[in-house]
């Protein structure tokens, strides 16, 4: 399992582009076949991606994790990005089609990922935090989703939004999960920017064509800087880092937090004027 160490905010603003992607970015998400597993120490967020073929994918704790099973003292939220797929907790299917989620919650011992076709296989995106209480194992199907049309394409930036897991849906201990889609001749995401002092968030990239890319801001709003994020990479941005994106196309995100506070709308509003 990768571990990813926490940096401060004035190295950061002196990094290189290599720096940069070793400590906010993920590369290897999703290998056909393969479960791969990243920890960040930022609100010991666990992040992975599994993409099962003819074989299913049982989720193993790494040494690094002193657990018995992941969900022992965590809680999980899994979105598919890819084919159909299903996801086996402790005995009972979950099936999940394209832009579905799932909550696992802490105490589920066994949890299997399959796809429904090898040849189309399901890409689940997993991100971990630590759970205080037991909540049930939900079903979070995009159908189900609180939606949101939000921008205007006068500012680029036309997109839906949608709440898969959420306070106002179920109850979890941290996680919070989502998707938004731009819209065709839309690129920006989440402009104007913003911090979250009280939770931390991953980005993780999907539907970007081959021959484009997205161009991810992070850093402080006084310390701006940018990596060049492609399809099935994720950015990670701590408390103190804004987080938004232009991508050379529209694309979509999964968007997911962690941390003390689960109010969507708890942020810190870093407006275009005040960017560096």
Not at 140 to 163: F, H, V
């Amino acid at each position: 399992m990768n571990i990813i160490p926490i940096p401060l905010t004035a190295p950061a603003a002196a990094m290189n582009t290599e720096e940069l992607r070793r400590f906010f970015m993920l590369t290897d998400l999703f290998k056909p076949g393969q479960l791969s597993l990243h920890y960040w120490e930022v609100d010991r967020a666990l992040i992975g991606g599994a993409v099962p073929a003819e074989t299913p994918l049982q989720l193993t704790p790494a040494p690094e994790l002193r657990a018995e099973y992941v969900c022992e003292r965590r809680e999980i939220g899994i979105v598919n990005l890819g084919g159909g797929g299903t996801v086996k907790v402790d005995g009972k299917d979950f099936k999940l089609g394209k832009l579905d989620g799932l909550y696992v919650g802490r105490g589920s011992r066994d949890v299997v990922f399959s796809s429904a076709d090898a040849a189309k296989p399901a890409r689940f995106y997993l991100l971990s935090y630590l759970a205080h209480a037991n909540h049930p194992t939900t079903l979070a199907d995009l159908a189900g989703a609180e939606k949101l049309d939000l921008g205007n394409p006068a500012t680029s930036n036309e997109r839906k939004l949608c709440k898969l897991i959420h306070a106002g849906r179920f109850p979890t201990c941290q996680v919070v999960m989502g998707v938004t889609i731009l819209q065709k001749g839309s690129v920006w995401n989440t402009m104007p920017a913003h911090t979250h002092l009280r939770r931390s968030e991953v980005y993780l990239y999907f539907d970007v064509p081959a021959d484009q890319a997205v161009f991810h801001f992070m850093g402080e709003p006084s310390q701006t800087r940018h990596i060049i994020i492609r399809d099935g990479e994720a950015a990670l941005s701590p408390p103190w880092s804004i987080h938004c994106g232009c991508g050379t196309s529209n694309y979509g995100f999964v968007w997911g937090m962690g941390g003390e506070n689960q109010d969507y709308t708890d942020m810190d509003p870093a407006p275009v004027s005040k960017l560096l």
